[in-house]
């Protein structure tokens, strides 16, 4: 783009040239926006799709994460209930050997709590084993619709790929010639073409003047317009819809 711009600087181009140039890279945008149109919605669709798989992917190492945690804290309170038996059977050897009711009742008290320790872990394991299969089931799920984006994806790609590969000669040639004849054009103008492009819907910034009318907006143009039009010495815009108007004539002389 640059290399274009300094060629446009560096050589001094008629208003002619440069507007014969600049309808000229409207036509070669126009049949690239038809090769896109071949695409349809398939860029979009495959972008959904990889944003979509990538979403199931982080669901399920996410997923995964948490059945790990799960797994873990199972062991922990596995290990507090055989560390809490021990304990109890600690306790229950020193009953044997105390010296007074105060300390039987301690060490008592100590073996209920224990106990207690163990009911209350067993009741986690139970939480703990609902919970695992519940996200287990879910990350079963969540890999069979994975499985299925990943097939859809695949196609799409494959579509995408096979349009690509049947117009990349084309495209490749018509960027050659849209460099060419950005050659012509200076930086403001070219940058005012792309603007009107991406404001208008299909994309022609540039159209003939047919029938008495703009080839965009078909608002009729004065006669007098028509003229200025014809002798092609300075850019002329439609004061309806903003694009650029040239003569019809450059097509018959083409």
Known sequence: MATANKKAAETDYSMEEKIIALYNLQKIDSKI?????????????????EDE??????RIE??????????????????DIEQAKALIAKYEGQQDNV??????????????YQK????LCEKRLKEYSAEIKVKRKLAEDTEAVLADRKIDLENKKQELEGIDKETAAEVESLNALSLKAQEKIDARLLAAYKRIRN???NGLAVVTVKRDACGGCFNRIP???QLEIRQNKKIIVCEYCGRILVSNLLDEEE
């Open 116 to 119: 207690l320790e163990i009911e």
């Open 99 to 112: 010296r007074n009711n105060r300390e039987f009742d301690s060490l008592s008290k100590e073996i209920e």
């Open 62 to 79: 996410n997923i995964t994460s948490e059945i790990e945690s799960l797994n873990a804290q199972t062991k922990q309170r596995r290990d």
């Open 199 to 201: 404001n208008v819907r």
């Open 223 to 225: 006669p007098q317009r």
């Open 53 to 58: 798989v990538a979403g199931l992917q982080t």
């Open 33 to 49: 926006d038809e090769i896109n149109k071949l695409k349809g919605e398939l860029p979009l669709e495959v972008q959904d799709l």
